[in-house]
């Protein structure tokens, strides 16, 4: 026992633990070409075992954000684990790559062993969505840096592509369509106002909200980020797609110009998706401007595919297979600008 380390806040001896309950969360995620287990310095992947001619590396890293508040407000920690994969993944996913492996980081001000595994065993869900391995990760024991119960969580990915079916929006050209396929709510952007919005409306996270089907807000706001790497990698295998937005932070006027060239613009026809009804709520209660939601929200959207229009249907088919609803929502044009449309 360090007694010197445990009376400065840190306990050794739970970090242990939290090692000892994570194991099996970790086991669950192996995939082929995973080395090793959890304990190493390094985590491993044998790259020679994909067959892969011309491998292209694509590596991604991102956190939860202030999502996390909510989740501190409902002492619910099972899911922002998901969140943290999926903003990275669905990331290295927009070109092409399939994600390899995963690594985690959660800074904690007291280490208390259940919560941890609560987090880590989302982050192994995010990772069995995702059919990517978890190969190593650190919890940090940083007392006086975290207030109370609180912590944050981030995570790294890589993932692989063949050089020549790198996804660049090299191909994207005007008259292609957009086929989006929709968000499973806010997902892990826009938080900070989210959060200012329900406080300033007078709302508590535990209210059940008409609007939301009778469900509690905070367990709205907390649906995970929805992770779209198996059934997007399909339809990339049976498709020619041009280019893939993740729809993150900036919404659609951010995201989806990424994959644009200089002198293109998009057309987007409001109306050919269902805007999920917790945009409403926020909009309604935040006085927020319709059109500027979609500059700030994925508005029910939350991977958009660039194709030519005759590859659609086929699209569109993989998709709903998968149980994922997909719809054309708009084309490239060749104006500059989001230009978004009521039908």
């Known amino acids: 026992m360090a007694k010197s ?14 090692v000892s309950r994570i194991k099996k969360h970790v086991a669950s995620t192996a995939r082929p070409g995973s080395m090793g287990g ?4 390094g985590g491993m992947f044998d790259l020679s075992s994909l067959g892969i001619k ?10 939860v954000g202030t999502k996390l508040k909510i ?7 099972d899911t922002v684990g998901i969140d943290a994969v ?6 290295v996913l927009a070109q092409g790559a399939e994600p390899l492996i995963f690594l985690d980081y959660v800074a904690v001000g007291h280490n208390i062993p259940a919560r941890i595994e609560a987090i ?48 660049d929006g090299s191909k994207v050209k005007a008259g292609d369509v957009l086929v989006g396929i929709a968000s499973s709510g806010v997902h892990s952007n826009g938080f900070s106002l989210v959060r200012k919005i329900v406080s300033d409306a007078g709302y508590s996270y535990f209210d059940s909200i008409p609007e939301l089907g009778g469900k509690r807000l905070g367990d709205v706001l907390l649906t995970p980020t929805r992770i779209y790497v198996k059934q997007v990698l399909d339809v990339i295998r049976n498709c020619d797609v ?24 998009l057309e987007i ?24 939601m979609f500059n700030i929200f994925n508005m029910g959207i939350g991977m958009v595919l660039v194709l030519d229009a005759g590859e659609a249907e086929r699209a569109i088919a993989i998709l709903e297979s998968y149980g994922e609803k997909a719809s054309v929502i708009g084309k490239v044009t060749d104006k500059e600008g989001v230009d978004i449309t009521k039908d």
């Open 38 to 41: 959890i304990g190493s310095f």
């Open 269 to 292: 026809r409001e109306g050919s998706w269902e805007i999920l009804p917790v945009f409403r709520c926020l909009e309604k209660w935040g006085g927020i401007p319709h059109r500027e």
């Open 242 to 265: 041009h280019g893939v937005a993740h729809i993150t932070g900036g919404g659609f006027d951010e995201n989806i110009p990424r994959v644009l060239h200089d002198g293109q613009g």
């Open 71 to 77: 989740a501190f407000a409902m002492d619910k920690h």
């Open 120 to 167: 880590v065993s989302g982050v192994a869900e995010g990772c069995r969505q995702a059919g990517c391995a978890l190969v190593g990760g650190e919890t940090a024991e940083m007392p006086g840096m975290y207030e109370g119960g609180e912590y944050d969580i981030a995570g790294y990915t890589t993932g692989v592509v063949e050089k020549s079916k790198l996804i």
């Open 54 to 63: 011309e491998p292209v590396l694509v590596s991604g890293t991102d956190g």
């Open 86 to 91: 999926a903003m990275c993944v669905n990331d």
């Open 5 to 18: 380390y445990e009376n400065a806040g840190v306990n050794l001896e739970a970090g242990y633990e939290v």
